[in-house]
């Protein structure tokens, strides 16, 4: 694999390391360390609930940004596809999502099978191993057609209730793939710079569509975060402790690209503060992962009402 930035120095060897380490603690202890003193019930396999969906989110941003980074570079020389792994990943991990599942719940597969959730597991891991053929194709923008099926699959799973679902359903399909997006072109981008030594060009134009991603990340997370975190919650439940530590990263991604902007606009080198930015999204990424692995807020509050 082909990381952005100069390849082979140990100083990068050992951050992307410890990057990967510290993200994988955050998954593991996540869930837990959110819950601690809000009365709300231990999640069951809540560490490895929390790694199957990184790995899940991950799989789905690298497909679809490499999708949209191809465009974006339009020609010369490309980096390696990483889409193959990266939806068998996806594949592998919604599968295992659903093993976990039957597991905890102490059910065959059958009667999993039957379940909502389970079915809609059953889904997205079907439609990764279908967008991996489709990526190993002569046509691998084909495989949209399945990512989209992911994502619709796993927006119907984040929303079972039964008020308004079908807002919160499109809600999620617009700030999932908008997500997806702003992590998984800019991984593309920048390993397409580092492979031509240079291509401010292809930054340029990432960074006009980065704003429009922006926009819709902004707008469907706030809309979600109305509908879904009452304002008593905030900072007594899980969900609103780390769903503020995203805002925050997320603020912090944000000042990191119009850095990056900026100094492109100038004609100075943009790649730093894009790379740390890149390695924000990936805290970012684990950060949404737990918040689909903590308890629902709003279902909280009603039941104690």
Request: proline share 5%; charged share 10%.
């Amino acid at each position: 694999m082909t990381l952005p930035g100069p390849a082979g120095t140990p100083i990068r060897r050992t951050a992307v390391a410890l990057v990967a380490l510290g993200a994988l603690a955050l998954a593991l202890l996540g869930a837990g360390l959110a819950q601690t003193g809000t009365g709300e019930l231990p999640i069951p396999a809540a560490g490895t609930t929390s790694v199957l969906r990184v790995l899940f989110l991950a799989a789905l941003a690298v497909h679809l940004g490499e999708l949209a980074g191809v465009r974006l570079a339009r020609a010369g020389p490309l980096p390696r596809r990483w889409s193959v792994p990266a939806a068998l990943l996806g594949a592998a991990a919604s599968a295992g999502l659903l093993l976990l599942l039957a597991a905890v719940s102490g059910l065959s597969l059958t009667t999993v099978y039957a379940m909502r959730e389970g079915r809609l597991l059953l889904v997205t891991a079907n439609a990764f191993a279908l967008a991996a053929l489709c990526a190993a194709s002569r046509r691998p923008v084909l495989a949209l057609l399945p990512l989209t099926a992911v994502i619709g699959a796993e927006a119907l799973r984040a929303h079972p209730e039964t008020y308004s679902p079908a807002v919160g359903v499109t809600l999620t399909v617009v700030h999932l793939t908008a997500a997806s997006l702003w992590f998984g072109a800019l991984l593309y981008v920048l390993r397409t710079m580092w492979l031509r030594g240079g291509g401010r060009d292809v930054l340029g134009r990432y960074a006009r569509v980065a704003a429009w991603i922006f926009a819709a990340l902004v707008v469907t997370g706030t809309c979600s975060t109305l509908r879904r975190l009452p304002l008593e919650a905030v900072l007594s439940t899980a969900y609103g402790r780390v769903l503020l530590a995203k805002l925050v990263l997320v603020g912090v991604a944000s000042l990191l690209a119009l850095t990056a902007r900026h100094r492109m606009l100038r004609g100075a080198d943009a790649q730093a503060p894009a790379r740390i930015e890149l390695g924000v999204l990936a805290v970012i990424v684990v950060i949404s992962a737990l918040l689909t692995v903590v308890p629902d807020p709003h279902w909280l509050v009603w039941s104690r009402g």
